[in-house]
Structure formats: structure tokens, C-alpha cells
């Protein structure tokens, strides 16, 4: 079992990343406690062994249209019908939305409660379990309403990376992937050489790559829990792949292929302005397509692209600002033109 605490302000979250699930380490009142999980996860071993130990559940639907209000009235009125005080642990066990979903359910149930995270997509490991960000979707508008609160517990278990079909895997690796480009050559050497047991999902390369990647964001968040200064620097390939989603279509691309691409563009942007550094932007490139992430999309309504990239939730000032690189861990916020974003959009 590898262990990692991450100090966030005034509270402590402790990562356990093991290989089969085993939650002996929450030491829990099974009285005074919720699962919340949703249609797909309540089958699992993992959910059924919580359940069997006397825990009461929340089952939720899958997918983006569950994270809602709705579904945290729903965890705050079984909450209440049980009877859970604010000593109460919620623990969420799924993907993403469901790490959300408890994590905000837990941030304003009696002023907050307990959290403890259980990630099952490699996505939710390398990104949502850890950091405190919570949210949820309102007026059309992804996690318009939030709050930040850590979990005091993350349990990660490699198995799960079993179950993920290709596309959901590959779109948290590319986070991974992403910590390694802001992290310096270490983590960016072990992704490189150890392509195939990742690809492989073989257990105790997993973890490693998992913890080595967590320990990066890590460092991000500890120095900037609110996102006011380098927490920024997570962006990196954000702007370009969201807008990307946007203009290509929700749903052509995964959150982590638009990522990847939006890294691309990051270092084309990052060469023309004269601040990447060349053999850097060939090594990233290389990267991204022994990976097999398709870099080279360009069919798609540049027009829409402008529109969509404008319209971003992270202007400054009126000001798009962009996450660029020198090299592996040395990282710039600038901000770049209309021009300088078409020039990308229009290379390979």
C-alpha cells in the first residue's frame, strides 16, 4: 500500500492507493454513515461489501446530467431521514460525478461532514479525488455552483482500472500525462519508459504512476488551495481542449483526447511565441502519440473554435490567458491573440 497526505489549509486528506478494495483503514459508524454511488457502481464488490456491513446507500443515475441540485437534495433528504448528524461520514464511491456529488453533499449537510472518496475511474483518481473542488451544473453551465472541501480520506484501488472501457482510461491517463509535463523530468521519464505496463494497467506500475501523479498535484494544491495563483497551471492543454469539445461536438472527443490535444496546441503556441523550448515541444509531441492520442484533429469548425475559446470561464480582466511551457516543469500563464490561436488550429 502506498500513502500520501496532502495538507490543504486546515484540514489533512490521507491517500491510501492499494490494489484491492479494502476499507477496514475508515473505521466507521456503520449508524452514522451514507454511501452514495450510482447505477452502475451499486453492483460492484466494493459497494455490495459496504452495504453488507450495514451502510445505507444513495444510488444515483450515471453520467454529467445527475450532478445537479437535485441529486444533492436527494443525499441531504436520506441524510436526514436517517437521522445522520454532523459527525457523519459520506463516502462517494464512482467516477467523477459522484466524487462531486458527495464531496458537495458533504460540504453543506449540517455545515459539513465527513468525506471520505472512493475514485473507481482513472480519471476521479488523478484529478477530482484530491483538491477540494466540488460542483455541481446549473443553467446549462458546468459546476456554476461549488464549494471548496477536501475529503479526509482517499481510498484508491488499481482494480478498478480493470473495469474502465479504452476511451474512459485513456481519458484520465492524459491527466497523468499532463502532471508529468508540469512536474519535470523524473515522473515524465517513468511515463515514457513504462508506456506499456500503463497501458496494461498492470497493478503496481499503476500505483506508482497513480501516486507519483498525485504527489504533483500535490504540490499544486498545497501552495494554492483557491486557485488564486500557480493552481492555475493544472490548465495546461484545458483552454485549447475545452473549446475543442465545443466545436467538434460534445461527445466526439473524451475530456482527456481534448486535453491531449489541447497540450499539443499548448506547445505550438508555446514555440511560436518563442517561449517552448523545440526539442521539448518534439519530446511532448512524441508523448502524446506513443500514447496513441490523436493530436492532429483539425476538422472542425475553426469559427465555432474562436467563438467557443472567447467565451471561457477562466478570462482575466477581459484577457484569455493560456498555460505554456518552457520546458518539463517550467511553466508560463500568457496571454495570446486571436491570430496566435488560429495559427495553431491551422497546423498539425
Known amino acids: 500500500m502506498k500513502k500520501l497526505t496532502v495538507a490543504l489549509e486546515n484540514k489533512k486528506t490521507n491517500v491510501f492507493i492499494d490494489r484491492t478494495a479494502d476499507?477496514?483503514?475508515?473505521?466507521?459508524?456503520?449508524?452514522?454513515?451514507?454511501?452514495?454511488?450510482?447505477?452502475?457502481m451499486v453492483k460492484s464488490s466494493a459497494a455490495q461489501s459496504l452495504m453488507d456491513a450495514g451502510?445505507?446507500?444513495?444510488?444515483?443515475?450515471?453520467?454529467?446530467?445527475?450532478?445537479?441540485?437535485?441529486?444533492?437534495?436527494?443525499?441531504?433528504?436520506?441524510?436526514?431521514?436517517?437521522?445522520?448528524?454532523?459527525g457523519a461520514v459520506i463516502i462517494g464511491l464512482g467516477g467523477g460525478v459522484i466524487c462531486d456529488m458527495a464531496a458537495f453533499a458533504a460540504s453543506v449537510y449540517m455545515r459539513g461532514c465527513r468525506l471520505v472518496l472512493v475514485p473507481t475511474t482513472l480519471l476521479s483518481m488523478v484529478d477530482a479525488s484530491i483538491g477540494g473542488k466540488t460542483g455541481v451544473d446549473f443553467l446549462d453551465r458546468k459546476n456554476l455552483?461549488?464549494?471548496?472541501?477536501?475529503?479526509?480520506?482517499?481510498?484508491?484501488?488499481?482494480?478498478?482500472?480493470?473495469?474502465?472501457?479504452?476511451?474512459?482510461?485513456?481519458?484520465?491517463?492524459?491527466?497523468?500525462?499532463?502532471?508529468?509535463?508540469l512536474s519535470g523530468d523524473a515522473l515524465l521519464d517513468f511515463i515514457e519508459t513504462s508506456r506499456d505496463g500503463i497501458l496494461a494497467r498492470e497493478s503496481e506500475i499503476s500505483a506508482e504512476a497513480i501516486y507519483r501523479s498525485l504527489k504533483?498535484?500535490?504540490?499544486?494544491?498545497?501552495?494554492?488551495?483557491?486557485?488564486?495563483?500557480?493552481?492555475?497551471?493544472?490548465?495546461?492543454?484545458?483552454?485549447?481542449?475545452?473549446?475543442?469539445?465545443?466545436?467538434a461536438g460534445l461527445g466526439t472527443f473524451t475530456h482527456g483526447e481534448a486535453v491531449a490535444w489541447g497540450i499539443q496546441r499548448a506547445m505550438k503556441a508555446g514555440l511560436n511565441c518563442g517561449i517552448t523550448e523545440a526539442a521539448y515541444a518534439e519530446r511532448a509531441e512524441s508523448i502524446l502519440r506513443k500514447y496513441d492520442y490523436n493530436i492532429d484533429f483539425t476538422d472542425f469548425d475553426h469559427e465555432l473554435y474562436i467563438k467557443a475559446i472567447a467565451s471561457d470561464k477562466k478570462k482575466k480582466d477581459g484577457e484569455l490567458r493560456f498555460i505554456l511551457q518552457q520546458k518539463a516543469g517550467i511553466t508560463e500563464i500568457r496571454p495570446l491573440?486571436?491570430?496566435a490561436i488560429r495559427e495553431v488550429l491551422e497546423t498539425r
Open 55 to 86: 451502510i445505507p446507500s444513495v444510488v444515483l443515475g450515471s453520467g454529467e446530467k445527475y450532478k445537479s441540485l437535485e441529486s444533492i437534495e436527494k443525499i441531504a433528504e436520506t441524510g436526514i431521514k436517517l437521522g445522520l448528524d454532523r
Open 23 to 40: 476499507f477496514s483503514v475508515l473505521e466507521l459508524n456503520n449508524k452514522n454513515s451514507l454511501l452514495v454511488t450510482d447505477d452502475t
Open 337 to 339: 491573440d486571436e491570430n
Open 145 to 181: 455552483i461549488g464549494s471548496f472541501y477536501p475529503a479526509e480520506k482517499v481510498l484508491i484501488y488499481t482494480d478498478f482500472l480493470n473495469t474502465l472501457p479504452t476511451d474512459e482510461f485513456k481519458s484520465g491517463l492524459a491527466e497523468l500525462i499532463k502532471h508529468g509535463f
Open 216 to 247: 504533483v498535484k500535490a504540490a499544486y494544491i498545497e501552495k494554492d488551495f483557491r486557485e488564486t495563483g500557480c493552481r492555475t497551471h493544472l490548465n495546461l492543454g484545458h483552454t485549447f481542449g475545452h473549446a475543442l469539445e465545443t466545436a
